[in-house]
Structure formats: structure tokens, C-alpha cells
């Protein structure tokens, strides 16, 4: 089973993927933007828009799909995805993909509200304030109102602590 953790940035993706992996035996978290930066790695630069943002090469999202395949063969048990996905054709595609081989996913998307948001990133300690990571927030409020919102379980990360979050999504996955 895939436990996907969708948000925009600033809202817990990362660190409540950390406290899901504790919290559901054999799971590990993948990190699926390694892939992405294994594609910014090579040289010459791969051609067209992904330059800005991985997701936009088409092997990124099919990548994504057999790394997850290949790690949940190898080892079984539960890949916590911690993934920001705002474009619902990238969405369809990875989700499509992970269908085929019979993976079952569970949807989450980790909300709050745009001020809390905009005040987290401001405020990280660890990557410090990000105009890169600022700019996605208008986008993930458009996917949220249009289909980002209708097509997962959303979890209000505004007064949550990560432990709070963390617990909700496995209770969820439990049930």
C-alpha cells in the first residue's frame, strides 16, 4: 500500500511523513522528488520545462510509479510518499499507474489555511524563508478549489500539531 501525503509546501508533508512511517509497522517514507532531482542531474539538462519543476518531464512521473513498484516488491509492506502533486493529469497518471500493478494508494492532502502557510515557509528554520517554495501557494489554492480537494482526504494541518496529523492519517488508513 501507498500512503501518499500531498500538500503544498509548508504544510507538514515531511515531517508527518517521518511520524507515519513510526506509527504503521514495516512502512518506509520515499521520498519521490529524489527521483526528480536524479533527472535534474543529468547532463546535458534534459530539454524543456522541467528545469523549473521535475514533474513536468513525462519520465518523471512514470519513474515514480516503478520506483515505488520495485521498492513495495522487494520489501512489502507500506511506502509513505511525502509529494506534492498539483497538476491533476501528473495526479491521474501516477495514481493510473500504481492502479495497474495493483498498488493501493490512500490519498492524503496535508491543508492549511494560506496565511498559516505563507507564516511556515517565512519562518522555516531548516530551509529558511523560500521565495521558490511562496510561489506555489497560489497554485495549490487553485487545485484545491478545482480537484485536489474532491479527490483525496484532507487533513486541516492548521491546528494540528505533526503528532496530531500523523495520527489521523494512520487512524484513517486503519480503518
Known amino acids: 500500500m ?3 501525503l500531498n500538500g503544498t509546501h509548508g504544510a507538514g508533508k515531511t515531517t508527518t511523513s517521518a511520524l507515519v512511517q ?3 509497522p514495516d512502512s518506509r517514507v520515499f521520498d519521490a522528488e529524489k527521483v526528480g532531482e536524479t533527472l535534474m542531474d543529468i547532463s546535458p ?3 524543456g520545462p522541467g528545469a523549473e519543476n521535475f514533474q513536468h518531464w513525462p519520465p518523471w512521473r512514470p519513474l515514480v510509479v516503478e520506483t515505488a513498484r520495485h521498492v513495495l516488491g522487494f520489501t512489502g509492506g507500506t511506502l509513505v510518499v511525502p509529494m506534492t502533486v498539483l497538476v491533476e493529469e501528473y495526479w491521474r497518471e501516477i495514481s493510473a499507474g500504481l492502479a495497474q ?3 493501493p494508494v490512500r490519498h492524503f492532502v496535508l491543508h492549511a489555511d494560506q496565511d498559516t502557510l505563507r507564516r511556515r515557509i517565512e519562518e522555516d528554520v531548516l530551509m529558511g524563508p523560500s521565495p521558490f517554495r511562496l510561489k506555489y501557494l497560489e497554485p495549490y489554492a487553485e ?3 478545482t480537484w485536489l480537494h474532491s479527490e483525496a482526504e484532507v487533513v486541516d494541518t492548521t ?4 503528532v496530531q496529523a500523523a495520527e489521523h492519517i494512520v487512524g484513517a488508513v486503519r480503518e
Open 22 to 24: 513510526q506509527l504503521i
Open 159 to 162: 491546528r494540528l500539531t505533526p
Open 143 to 145: 487545485a484545491a478549489r
Open 101 to 103: 500493478h495493483g498498488i
Open 2 to 4: 501507498i500512503v501518499w
Open 45 to 47: 539538462k534534459l530539454p
